[in-house]
């Protein structure tokens, strides 16, 4: 999407569509009452003969208004005036989105920075706007032999107005990072979509290494199951057991900074499928494990959003990519597996095969010297119960990361939710023949997986973000959410920017 900044009234620009917004009672916004004051009153007098009345989100679309250069006009509703937040920006931004995508237009003008935002400054709009505009092109029909062609993607090019051009140098840079973030969101989206018969731990690498190859910054790395063998990663290696298709460990490294340095480092759950293995799962929604890799999918869009940035930071990604399936040498409920930290793990349901995969890459990760590091994976369905679709869990061993990712869940609205990891919780994974066991019984199911990890993640400064609730949707708009790889390019655009405490919103 092609994203230009004007200063010129919405009246005088000639777009496809102009969107302009009105707040409840229908009191018009500044750029509502030009339109209407063009059109000597017509839209004030369209809006009163419809049944929009301002809530937040509502539309309407008009044609030939008089006055006005765009073909047509675009009201939405922005809901009380003295109530804008983020959160209803953002519904007004996805139906000024959705409207003119919907109208058919091949181009847009908005005039969102008017609207004033509780806590949140005109980059802030701009990085929401312009990454709603460049999301909604995203479609997974690539698998079908009709395409969508109910909304086909007319929507080329987006006109933003604002206040003065001394805004816009400000306004450009949020929009390349709105566009990067997209990039990587729809990477991420995609490669959660794909079924598990072609999204295999073979595709994920040469995904990665077709990202190593767009970026010259970008290095990467695939092992396979001998390497992994001499490595030592027993627990990594026993839930590739069950499965026909060769396990992978892949790394990128990306060296952005000026110097060589600690690199932030994460890691990403990439189980291509999930069926359980032995400790089988049940049948209904089993489709749904194919998401089990949107861990490792959200490591390869950050990288991909980074590096599109050129963000001066030195990032390394750890992708353990493997299958959970029963085939005969699976492992089984009771079997004991030797992890590359030396701890050893009884495996009382194979069914808790992220944890096992994780904890050997942890181990790796300590390799790359890594200021911080970050694992995402879609660990446990208990998440789902805790926190439901909205909040990324978390879990820190270092109450400064923790906040900065809270912050930059915050700020992008990709939200987090921190977690305890007390180690009351530890308590559960005692195993009377091993180390630990993988599994902590029934309560607090969230919490004992971290917490099994944090027995492999001592020596650095690390954080576990459980996306099971928030990588994908279940039901009729099933599908990839591209979550949290919103957060994490934040997260690193401020470390980057070196202004992760500064910005406190
Ligand atoms: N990939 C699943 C977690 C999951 C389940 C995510 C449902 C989203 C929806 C994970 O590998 C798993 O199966 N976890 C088990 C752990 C249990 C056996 C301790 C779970 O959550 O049931
Ligand atoms: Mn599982
Ligand atoms: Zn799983």
């Given at each position: 999407m092609q994203t230009d900044f004007t200063t010129q009234s919405v009246t005088d620009l000639s777009a496809g569509c102009a969107a302009v917004t009105v707040f409840e009672d229908r009191q018009l916004s500044p750029s509502a009452r030009k339109v209407d004051l063009a059109s000597s009153g017509q839209l004030k007098k369209l809006i009163k003969g419809s049944l929009l009345d301002g809530k937040a989100g509502q539309q309407l679309l008009l044609h030939?208004?008089?006055?006005?250069?765009?073909?047509?006009?675009?009201?939405?509703?922005?809901?009380?005036?003295?109530?804008?937040d983020a959160a209803c920006f953002g519904r007004i931004v996805d139906a000024v989105v959705a409207g003119c995508r919907d109208s058919g237009a091949d181009s847009a003008a908005v005039y969102l920075s008017e609207l004033a935002v509780a806590e949140r400054d005109n980059?802030?709009?701009?990085?929401?706007?312009?990454?709603?505009?460049?999301?909604?092109?995203y479609r997974f029909d690539q698998l079908k032999s009709e395409k969508s062609s109910d909304q086909p993607d007319r929507l080329k090019k987006l006109t933003y107005g604002?206040?003065?051009?001394?805004?816009?140098?400000?306004?450009r840079q949020a929009s390349k990072e709105a566009e990067?973030?997209?990039?990587?969101?729809?990477?991420?989206?995609?490669?959660?979509?794909?079924?598990?018969?072609?999204?295999?731990?073979?595709?994920?690498?040469?995904?990665?290494?077709?990202?190593?190859r767009e970026h010259k910054s970008l290095s990467v790395r695939v092992r396979g199951e001998s390497e992994m063998k001499r490595l030592g990663m027993g627990t990594l290696?026993?839930?590739?057991?069950?499965?026909?298709?060769?396990?992978?460990?892949?790394?990128?490294?990306?060296?952005?900074?000026?110097?060589?340095?600690?690199?932030?480092?994460?890691?990403?759950?990439?189980?291509?499928?999930?069926?359980?293995?032995?400790?089988?799962?049940?049948?209904?929604?089993?489709?749904?494990?194919?998401?089990?890799?949107?861990?490792?999918?959200?490591?390869?869009?950050?990288?991909?959003?980074?590096?599109?940035?050129?963000?001066?930071?030195?990032?390394?990604?750890?992708?353990?990519?493997?299958?959970?399936?029963?085939?005969?040498?699976?492992?089984?409920?009771?079997?004991?597996f030797t992890s590359m930290s030396g701890q050893s793990v009884e495996v009382l349901n194979t069914d808790a095969e992220g944890r096992l995969i994780l904890c050997d890459a942890l181990t790796f990760a300590a390799k790359f010297n890594p200021d911080v590091v970050i694992d995402i994976a879609t660990l446990t369905g208990a998440c789902v119960i805790a926190l439901g679709?909205?909040?990324?869990?978390?879990?820190?061993?270092?109450?400064?990361?923790?906040?900065?990712?809270?912050?930059?869940?915050?700020?992008?609205?990709d939200r987090a939710w921190q977690m305890p990891l007390w180690s009351e919780y530890e308590e559960q994974l005692?195993?009377?023949?091993?180390?630990?066991?993988?599994?902590?019984?029934?309560?607090?199911?969230?919490i004992t997986a971290a917490s099994f990890l944090s027995k492999f993640s001592r020596d650095y400064r690390w954080a576990h973000l459980d996306i099971a609730g928030t990588a994908w949707r279940s039901g009729k708009n099933k599908g990839a959410t591209g979550r949290p790889v919103s957060l994490l390019t934040q997260y690193i655009i401020d470390r980057a920017s070196g202004n992760a405490l500064r910005r406190s919103k």
């Open positions: 030939g208004i008089s006055g006005v250069e765009s073909d047509k006009v675009l009201v939405v509703g922005a809901g009380k005036r003295d109530q804008l980059a802030w709009k701009v990085r929401r706007v312009v990454e709603s505009f460049a999301q909604a092109v604002i206040k003065s051009t001394r805004e816009q140098a400000k306004a990067a973030v997209a990039a990587g969101k729809a990477l991420a989206k995609t490669l959660g979509d794909l079924p598990g018969n072609i999204c295999t731990p073979s595709y994920l690498a040469d995904q990665a290494r077709k990202l190593g290696l026993s839930v590739a057991r069950g499965s026909e298709e060769p396990a992978k460990l892949i790394t990128l490294e990306y060296n952005g900074a000026a110097k060589p340095g600690k690199p932030i480092t994460l890691v990403g759950k990439g189980v291509t499928f999930d069926s359980g293995g032995i400790s089988i799962k049940p049948a209904a929604s089993m489709d749904e494990m194919k998401y089990d890799m949107c861990g490792a999918a959200s490591v390869l869009g950050t990288i991909k959003a980074v590096a599109e940035l050129k963000l001066k930071v030195n990032l390394v990604g750890i992708i353990p990519a493997t299958e959970n399936l029963p085939g005969g040498k699976a492992s089984k409920p009771g079997d004991i679709a909205h909040a990324n869990g978390l879990w820190s061993n270092d109450e400064k990361l923790a906040r900065a990712l809270l912050r930059a869940g915050e700020y992008t609205g005692k195993s009377n023949f091993a180390d630990m066991a993988n599994v902590g019984g029934r309560e607090a199911g969230a």
